[in-house]
């Protein structure tokens, strides 16, 4: 007899550990774990990880009945250029359009400033004879012989990938299907990414771009995910291999394969989905998620109870400004990466301390992992000031070496700057509370959002560590740690709906658009939607939500609107100005007298299979005495005026419902631990978050 399907397995690949969660589907039961990620293959780290948990929770993988995946993949292999040798065709007289870009500088104070490096160099692109206009029309035919000619180039150069982008092929993409169509005869076996399917929406650059990275991570991205699937369908696994897409919701590894720039942040979209889960239960509609592991640090807001979403995302930034990075024309959750994590490395250039955005990752990673790092990192810092229990780290199944922590710190930081041991480890310490500081004002002040208002939910393996005096410093007041923060992210996954986004392009003056025909544009993306939903194989309700980006007539960019259900109209019309108005208000602080012209460029539709949730009510045991689960005391560095004050640790497990926490104080996890200080009063809820009141000062 099959063991009975009773389990639900999430696992996150990150740059220093990769994530697992277990849930019950009935119990809501939650098992949890932790191993470090294997760069050099990420599916190997998978496979030992896994095997060590299903051991642990005593599961066997063929009980697992859905198994829903997160991974940086993609934006690693555009990041570090390691992606396949990929060939561009494009239409005649716009070979350069990856190198020409957009006029606007990402630094205007800057006059020298460079543009983005593009993902592919210039002897890679070649030119195709045709013509397509605005409206759809053929100007100029496509001529198949330069077609062949130019494919004929890219299969002697050794083509591994192909992207196929011509001017307007979103308002009609027969050339782009034809040459498709050639290119499978030219070069088989060679995957072909076309604009039109990819991001079938205008601006060219943005829409050509989109393709490239598309085609370029591919190969690579397929290799892996087929590796993934292998080795899960040989340990047992009879489901179906689920991915986050970068807007939070799941898809089939199918799906995303034929289209991997939809996941190429997907493991930090899943911490997002976790944070407004969580805030949802604790009653927080608007908050900060916060995310620190071992490489990088994530922040996003989510507002009215939903994180906020971006229509294009960028890759392979530059110090944080928007503009600078490589565009993808994909939506997604919009949030801030830094690379500030417990793998950060620390050191001292022209005088000057700084941490990150180097790590040492999972190999060798930080000194006091023993393994052959020597650089100073996040972690060790936090090792020498008392914030880790070296005998406990992982729960118990890693020792932290102190003395190679406190040698680490000494050479690479305390000596160059002539300093005493202590203070180079709370430089550090503070320094990269500071980066993250920065990130979570792009994400709150930058978007308008007063961060006192809000609270923060923290999670990463190193995120409580520095979440209290985080929160403090922007003036944030409540501070939510969600029980197994340390795997939040993979938790998320769980969480998550399947969802599909759809687009297509139809520039419109809104006081006579062409309603029926804006209709028949819905009309055929719901169709597609449905289709893919019915691919993914899950039941449950579906919800549809249109929208459309608009401006003002004469502007350069839009605002998503949302857009009434039904059949559409004049009737429509007034509603659309209304919303943009507040919308625009709201980004602006104004917006512009009633009857001015409105102008709509893209229409979407966003269609979300709701997933059953899981019960994240904490099952475990504990006492609403806090003063049953001290373990026992430990020095720990406060601050530069109060050095080391003995603070009780708690065990976290121990903790049950209504158990209150007065600061300083440290409470431990397997995966985590969470650093409250002097002041600060933390209580834990029915779901096992542990809820903490931050102190002014």
Same mark, same amino acid.
């Given at each position: 007899? #099959?063991?009975?399907?009773?389990?639900?397995?999430?696992?996150?690949?990150?740059?220093?550990?990769?994530?697992?969660?277990? *849930?019950?589907?009935?119990?809501?039961?939650?098992?949890?774990?932790?191993?470090?990620? /294997?760069?050099?293959?990420?599916?190997?780290?998978?496979?030992?990880?896994?095997?060590?948990? +299903?051991?642990?929770?005593?599961?066997?993988?063929?009980?697992?009945?859905?198994?829903?995946?997160?991974?940086?993949?993609?934006?690693?292999?555009?990041?570090?250029?390691?992606?396949?040798?990929?060939? +561009?065709?494009?239409?005649?007289?716009?070979?350069?359009?990856?190198?020409?870009?957009? *006029?606007?500088?990402?630094?205007?104070?800057?006059?020298?400033?460079?543009?983005?490096?593009?993902?592919?160099?210039?002897? *890679? !692109?070649?030119?195709?004879?045709?013509?397509?206009?605005?409206? @759809?029309?053929?100007?100029?035919?496509?001529?198949?012989?330069?077609?062949?000619?130019?494919?004929?180039?890219? &299969?002697?150069?050794?083509?591994?990938?192909?992207?196929?982008?011509?001017?307007?092929?979103?308002?009609?993409?027969?050339?782009?299907?034809?040459?498709?169509?050639?290119?499978?005869?030219?070069?088989?076996?060679?995957?072909?990414?076309?604009?039109?399917?990819?991001?079938?929406?205008?601006?060219?650059?943005?829409?050509?771009?989109?393709?490239?990275?598309?085609?370029?991570? /591919?190969?690579?991205?397929?290799?892996?995910?087929?590796?993934?699937?292998?080795?899960?369908?040989?340990?047992?696994?009879?489901?179906?291999?689920?991915?986050?897409?970068? /807007? @939070?919701?799941?898809?089939?590894?199918?799906?995303?394969?034929?289209?991997?720039?939809?996941?190429?942040?997907?493991?930090?979209?899943?911490?997002?989905?976790?944070?407004?889960?969580?805030?949802?239960?604790?009653? *927080?509609?608007?908050?900060?998620?916060?995310?620190?592991?071992?490489?990088?640090?994530?922040?996003? $807001?989510?507002?009215? @109870?939903?994180?906020? #979403?971006?229509?294009?995302?960028?890759?392979?930034?530059?110090?944080?400004?928007?503009?600078?990075?490589?565009?993808?024309?994909?939506?997604?959750?919009?949030?801030?990466?830094?690379?500030?994590?417990?793998?950060?490395?620390?050191?001292?250039?022209?005088?000057?301390?700084?941490?990150?955005?180097?790590?040492?990752?999972?190999?060798?990673?930080?000194?006091?992992?023993?393994?052959?790092?020597?650089?100073?990192?996040?972690?060790?810092?936090?090792?020498?000031?008392?914030?880790?229990?070296?005998?406990?780290?992982?729960?118990?199944?890693?020792?932290?070496?102190?003395?190679?922590?406190?040698?680490?710190?000494?050479?690479?930081?305390?000596?160059?700057?002539?300093?005493? $041991? +202590?203070?180079?480890?709370?430089?550090?310490?503070?320094?990269?509370? +500071?980066?993250?500081?920065?990130?979570?004002?792009?994400?709150? !002040?930058?978007? %308008?959002?007063?961060? &006192?208002?809000?609270?923060?939910?923290?999670?990463?393996?190193?995120?409580?560590?520095?979440?209290?005096?985080?929160?403090?410093?922007?003036?944030?007041?409540?501070?939510?740690?969600?029980?197994?923060?340390?795997?939040?992210?993979?938790?998320?996954?769980?969480?998550?709906?399947?969802?599909?986004?759809?687009? &297509?392009?139809?520039?419109?003056?809104?006081?006579?658009?062409?309603?029926?025909?804006?209709?028949?544009?819905?009309?055929?993306?719901?169709?597609?939607?449905?289709?893919? $939903?019915?691919?993914?194989?899950?039941?449950?309700?579906?919800?549809?939500?249109?929208?459309?980006?608009?401006?003002?007539? @004469?502007?350069?960019?839009?605002?998503?609107?949302?857009?009434?259900?039904?059949?559409?109209?004049?009737?429509?019309?007034?509603?659309?100005?209304?919303?943009?108005?507040?919308?625009?208000?709201?980004?602006?602080?104004?917006?512009?007298?009633?009857?001015?012209?409105?102008?709509?460029?893209?229409?979407?539709?966003?269609?979300?299979?709701?997933?059953?949730?899981?019960?994240?009510?904490?099952?475990?045991?504990?006492?609403?005495?806090?003063?049953?689960?001290?373990?026992?005391?430990?020095?720990?560095?406060?601050?530069?005026?109060?050095?080391?004050?003995?603070?009780?640790?708690?065990?976290?497990?121990?903790?049950?419902?209504?158990?209150?926490?007065? %600061?300083?104080?440290?409470?431990?996890?397997?995966?985590?631990?969470?650093?409250?200080?002097?002041?600060?009063?933390?209580?834990?809820?029915?779901?096992?978050?542990?809820?903490?009141?931050?102190?002014?000062?």
């Amino acid at each position: 007899m #099959a063991p009975a399907m009773s389990w639900r397995l999430g696992f996150d690949i990150g740059g220093t550990f990769t994530d697992f969660v277990l *849930q019950h589907v009935d119990t809501g039961e939650i098992a949890v774990g932790k191993h470090l990620t /294997t760069p050099d293959d990420p599916s190997e780290g998978v496979f030992l990880g896994l095997a060590d948990l +299903l051991v642990t929770a005593g599961v066997d993988l063929a009980e697992v009945q859905q198994a829903v995946h997160g991974t940086t993949l993609g934006a690693n292999l555009v990041i570090e250029r390691k992606g396949a040798t990929t060939f +561009l065709l494009a239409t005649r007289g716009f070979r350069d359009i990856l190198e020409i870009q957009r *006029q606007l500088r990402y630094n205007i104070n800057d006059l020298f400033v460079d543009k983005h490096p593009p993902l592919i160099p210039r002897n *890679q !692109i070649r030119e195709v004879t045709e013509r397509v206009l605005a409206d @759809g029309s053929v100007a100029v035919p496509l001529d198949e012989r330069s077609v062949r000619e130019a494919l004929e180039a890219a &299969r002697a150069a050794g083509a591994e990938a192909l992207a196929v982008a011509y001017l307007h092929a979103y308002a009609n993409p027969a050339h782009e299907e034809r040459t498709a169509v050639l290119a499978a005869e030219v070069l088989p076996g060679v995957p072909v990414t076309v604009s039109s399917g990819v991001s079938p929406q205008y601006r060219e650059y943005e829409r050509t771009s989109t393709a490239v990275i598309n085609a370029y991570i /591919t190969p690579k991205f397929r290799a892996y995910l087929t590796a993934l699937e292998d080795g899960l369908r040989a340990r047992g696994f009879r489901r179906q291999l689920y991915l986050m897409h970068n /807007t @939070g919701g799941v898809a089939t590894a199918a799906m995303t394969a034929r289209f991997p720039v939809r996941s190429l942040d997907s493991g930090p979209a899943g911490g997002a989905i976790l944070a407004t889960h969580v805030g949802a239960l604790t009653g *927080q509609q608007d908050l900060v998620a916060f995310d620190m592991g071992g490489t990088t640090a994530k922040a996003t $807001l989510v507002e009215h @109870g939903r994180p906020l #979403a971006s229509e294009r995302l960028e890759v392979d930034m530059i110090a944080m400004r928007p503009g600078s990075g490589l565009p993808v024309n994909v939506p997604g959750v919009d949030l801030v990466e830094i690379g500030a994590g417990g793998g950060s490395i620390a050191r001292v250039e022209r005088g000057l301390l700084r941490v990150g955005p180097e790590s040492a990752g999972a190999d060798p990673g930080p000194a006091c992992y023993a393994r052959g790092g020597r650089d100073a990192t996040v972690t060790d810092a936090n090792l020498v000031l008392g914030y880790l229990d070296p005998e406990y780290f992982l729960g118990g199944t890693r020792r932290l070496d102190v003395d190679a922590a406190r040698a680490a710190v000494e050479r690479s930081v305390a000596k160059p700057l002539g300093t005493g $041991l +202590l203070e180079a480890a709370w430089g550090i310490h503070q320094l990269v509370t +500071l980066n993250m500081e920065g990130a979570i004002r792009v994400v709150s !002040i930058g978007r %308008g959002k007063d961060p &006192r208002g809000l609270a923060c939910v923290t999670f990463g393996g190193a995120g409580p560590i520095h979440g209290a005096r985080l929160a403090r410093s922007l003036g944030i007041r409540r501070l939510i740690v969600p029980f197994a923060a340390g795997v939040a992210s993979a938790i998320g996954l769980l969480i998550a709906d399947a969802r599909i986004d759809l687009g &297509r392009t139809l520039v419109v003056g809104l006081d006579d658009a062409p309603w029926d025909r804006i209709s028949r544009l819905f009309e055929e993306m719901a169709s597609e939607g449905a289709a893919q $939903l019915t691919e993914t194989g899950l039941g449950g309700s579906w919800t549809v939500a249109r929208s459309t980006e608009v401006r003002y007539a @004469g502007q350069g960019h839009e605002l998503p609107v949302p857009v009434p259900a039904g059949p559409l109209g004049p009737w429509a019309l007034p509603a659309i100005q209304r919303a943009h108005a507040d919308v625009y208000a709201g980004h602006y602080g104004y917006a512009e007298p009633e009857g001015t012209p409105l102008e709509a460029a893209n229409w979407k539709m966003e269609i979300v299979c709701v997933s059953p949730k899981p019960d994240l009510t904490r099952r475990h045991g504990g006492s609403a005495d806090a003063r049953a689960a001290v373990k026992r005391e430990r020095p720990v560095y406060v601050s530069a005026d109060a050095g080391f004050v003995s603070c009780p640790v708690y065990d976290r497990y121990r903790l049950g419902t209504g158990a209150q926490i007065t %600061g300083p104080a440290i409470v431990e996890e397997r995966e985590t631990t969470v650093v409250l200080l002097p002041g600060d009063r933390g209580v834990v809820d029915g779901y096992g978050n542990l809820i903490v009141d931050l102190a002014t000062q």
